[in-house]
């Protein structure tokens, strides 16, 4: 089945560092990945859609200056966490399709990022 | 906007016995996806059971399936022969054609005892 790998799986580091998280699809093209928040106990929330060569597409209240998205390849996005403060602590994880309306999305094993 | 409520926080089953997750979903659209995804402590997602809207036929994977009631807007999961396994949180999610987004509900924790 398609793969997609997320590194890294767990990142601690001091406030105000930036951080960046990779998503690759291994074994087929990704148009479109996506990238999810969960904190604690609760539910995935989509943060923003990629799409290859194109600017990221961000849900409402989520801060395009702060988390930067680039899908510069059709096998890999990154997200780029800056000036990462204690409340950016979460647990991010991507997914990644093919084409438009291919279902299910893939997902990755999720990067769990802790601020100090 | 769409809308994935699941009701229920926890449940708990004993090895070997059947359950059932409910989930409700609020929208306006015809055509879409409705999903179980299963998260165990190691927070991977894995697709349980999808089901296509314009399918009347209810989904079906070994010891998964769904009740898909498209009137009522339910899709539950029933767990048949539960293991130990599955204990894990259960996350319902809808996506329709248009906007291709995955919608969660807030998730259901499973604890499946021995």
């Known amino acids: 089945g398609a793969v997609v790998s997320q590194h890294p799986s767990r990142v601690i580091c001091k406030s105000g560092t930036s951080v960046k998280i990779e998503c690759r699809s291994l074994?087929?093209?990704?148009?479109?990945m996506f990238w999810y928040r969960q904190f604690p106990k609760q539910s995935l929330m989509l943060m923003a859609t990629?799409?290859?060569?194109?600017?990221?597409?961000?849900e409402q209240g989520v801060e395009k200056d702060k988390f930067l998205i680039n899908h510069a390849s059709l096998t890999l996005s990154t997200l780029t966490v800056t000036s990462a403060h204690p409340e950016d602590s979460s647990f991010y994880i991507c997914s990644a399709r093919h084409r438009v309306g291919d279902q299910p999305q893939h997902f990755g094993d999720g990067t769990r990022l802790s601020i100090l | 906007a769409q809308t994935v409520t699941q009701s229920q926080p926890e449940m708990s089953v004993q090895e070997a016995e059947t359950v059932t997750l409910s989930c409700t979903y609020d929208?306006?659209?015809?055509?879409?996806?409705l999903f179980w995804y299963k998260q165990p402590p190691s927070r991977q997602m894995i697709l349980v059971i999808r089901?296509?809207?314009?399918?009347?036929q209810n989904a079906t994977e070994n010891r998964f399936s769904v009740n898909f009631q498209k009137a009522a807007k339910s899709f539950s999961l029933k767990i048949s022969d539960s293991q130990l396994g599955d204990t894990a949180m259960y996350f319902c999610a809808f996506m329709d054609y248009n906007t291709d987004k995955l919608i969660f509900g807030t998730g259901t924790r499973l604890q499946v005892f021995p």
């Open positions: 990629s799409n290859e060569g194109s600017k990221a597409t961000y």
């Open positions: 089901q296509e809207a314009y399918k009347q």
């Open positions: 074994d087929f093209q990704a148009t479109t």
């Open positions: 929208t306006s659209e015809n055509n879409y996806y």
